[in-house]
């Protein structure tokens, strides 16, 4: 295993205009512009690359990109989702924190092949005290005149703007986010259209994670194909990992995918587990995917390999658990924690989610106060979850149930 | 001079966010609750009032567009406020002990105190916001430091 901190993105980290630029920076709009680089080229080159959206879903960047109408007379919009909000994840954090410009190029470039003139961030509120950062290192590209006007002589022009949430969960759901920018609820909306062809306003609209859009510029000067080579096939490229939990040293980690299994990223880089602490199990993508338990942690960090057992690297979030000394209860405090998250943040737009979720929660107390078996409450959420899965706008209400089912499942001898 | 009052201030405010999304008065709403709540602590039904008339919005739809998000609030706090996350990395740093502590001090603290959903600082668990500031660590002692300064 690479145990390196330092792969794609972390080498790029850089909180300092000019020295990004000496690391390189802006060299990849630099290179599009003065060698009239086509947009339909980019999109082939991020197509080569292989990347896959970094914010959850894992759906390809550069085949998102191409469905994007290629007529220049329809305004179209970038928009960066900086709304990370599934538990556990605090890695696009410190993208915005450590490399703004990194972001900041990629969002230019991608503007630039879908042919957005102006994109927005779409910032969560709980990172409001990032604010006047970004702010800040927008004005500093504009000075530099890689945004604006006409940049770098050619005939392209864009504009950064920021859009501040105001706290839901749900609009890190693509079009959920695209509503709450209208000035709306966060409700997702029914697909399709997707917002490729009807975004915000109803216009065409790519909506993209903010570590997905950091990776840009990096495709750009190494190319798609070199890209490609670091990592495996259908999971190229690094990852950020946002670890947390019980090891005793948290953080964000870049890792290769592929190249890391979740044991190592446990040991090597969260340095093992607490002392005190029994370990159970791993969350490895966020609080949406299922569980996997301590004898199934030699599993390879990527897409695929994740998918096999029934869960995903989501949001890169790996939150390690498991309970103090001999309180094996706290088990069923951390389930609860994670169901109360999700009928919390149900939007309430569709209505097998929005009671399915309350309704996951009241099962969950029912085996807390021993009224029925463990064996049971994943029967019955089994049975509602048939009548969740698929016949909602997102899939808030259907991970609620899997990810409880998993967990009750997997943990029935501790629980019991 | 004769300074702005407060509420030529918030109208102002309101007319440059207008500006800031190039005249689009459906995508300023959102930043525009967000300004209202942060200046004046909750948002009031004069200011619903006000914001419909200047984005010409219905109000209806600027009071189902409000309740939905967490952080925009139709009640007035006293105090400042620090949110505590509860969220699952959180929990397995003890968050749950100290909502519990905050509990029961509730009536001896300077601060309003709310619970909220992952907050994004996992590393710093368990953590919470102050006036949407990071408080990393929090313990007893951070608590009460805190009250003191506030």
Redesign the interface.
């Known amino acids: 295993m690479k145990k390196s901190e330092f792969l794609l993105i972390k080498k790029k980290y850089s909180d300092n205009i000019d020295d990004y630029i000496e690391k390189g920076g802006f060299s990849s709009l630099r290179k599009i512009l003065s060698d009239h680089i086509s947009p339909e080229e980019i999109i082939e080159e991020v197509k080569k690359s292989g990347l896959r959206g970094r914010g959850g879903a894992g759906f390809y960047t550069g085949l998102k990109w191409s469905f994007v109408p290629r007529d220049r007379s329809i305004k179209k919009f970038l928009i960066c989702n900086a709304d990370?909000?599934?538990?556990?994840?605090?890695k696009?954090?410190d993208i915005l924190l450590y490399a703004p410009y990194l972001l900041i190029e990629g969002m230019i470039i991608a503007s630039y092949a879908i042919g957005a003139e102006v994109s927005y961030i779409y910032l969560?509120?709980?990172?409001?005290?990032l604010l006047n950062r970004l702010e800040k290192a927008i004005g500093e590209v504009q000075e530099k005149g890689f945004l604006g006007e006409k940049i770098l002589k050619s005939d392209f022009s864009h504009r950064i703007?920021i859009?501040?949430?105001?706290?839901?969960?749900i609009c890190g759901e693509e079009t959920a986010l695209l509503e709450?920018?209208?000035?709306?609820?966060?409700f997702p909306r029914l697909k399709p259209p997707y917002p490729a062809t009807f975004g915000l306003?109803g216009y065409p609209t790519v909506v993209n994670n903010v570590e997905t859009l950091a990776n840009i510029p990096i495709i750009v000067e190494m190319g798609g194909e070199n890209y490609a080579k670091i990592g495996i096939p259908k999971s190229t490229g690094t990852r950020l990992i946002?670890?947390?939990?019980?090891v005793k040293k948290?953080?964000?980690y870049e890792v290769e995918h592929g190249k890391v299994t979740l044991k190592e990223i446990i040991n090597d880089f969260g340095n093992g587990v607490k002392e005190g602490y029994h370990l159970l199990g791993v969350?490895p993508g966020g609080?949406s995917a299922p569980p996997l338990t301590y004898d199934e942690l030699d599993i390879s960090y990527d897409f695929e390999s994740l998918a096999e057992k029934g869960t995903m690297t989501g949001s890169g979030?790996v939150?390690v658990?498991g309970y103090k000394e001999d309180k094996k209860g706290e088990l069923l405090?951390?389930l609860e924690?994670?169901v109360?998250?999700f009928k919390?943040?149900s939007?309430g737009k569709c209505t097998p989610c929005r009671e399915g979720t309350w309704a996951i929660y009241g099962i969950l107390e029912k085996i807390k106060n021993k009224e029925i078996l463990v064996r049971d409450g994943v029967e019955m959420i089994s049975s509602l979850n048939s009548k969740i899965k698929g016949l909602c706008a997102c899939p808030l209400g259907e991970s609620c149930a899997l990810v409880s089912e998993a967990f009750l499942k997997k943990f029935e001898d501790i629980l019991k | 001079m004769k300074s702005l009052s407060s509420s030529d201030n918030i109208r102002s405010k309101i007319l440059e966010i207008i500006e800031y999304y190039n005249g689009n008065t459906a995508l300023s709403l959102i930043p525009v609750l967000n300004m209202i709540q942060d200046t004046e602590g909750y948002i009031k039904k004069e200011r619903i009032k006000e914001i419909a008339e200047i984005l010409k919005i219905n109000e209806n739809r600027i009071y189902e567009t409000l309740t939905f998000y967490h952080f925009l609030t139709l009640d007035k706090s006293e105090k400042r406020i620090l949110y505590v996350c509860r969220g699952i990395s959180c929990l397995l740093e003890g968050a749950d002990e100290i909502i519990e502590y905050l509990k029961d001090n509730r009536d001896r603290l300077n601060f309003d105190f709310r619970e909220c959903e992952c907050i994004g600082l996992c590393d710093f668990a368990p953590a919470g916001l102050f006036d949407f500031n990071p408080v990393k660590n929090l313990d007893v002692k951070k608590i009460k430091e805190l009250n003191e300064k506030v």
């Open positions: 990370e909000g599934e538990p556990g994840t605090f696009d954090r969560r509120k709980e990172y409001k005290w703007k859009f501040m949430g105001a706290g839901a969960y709450s920018m209208e000035g709306k609820k966060g306003f946002a670890l947390s939990g019980i948290k953080g964000v969350i609080v979030a939150i658990f405090k951390i924690s994670i109360h998250f919390d943040e939007c």
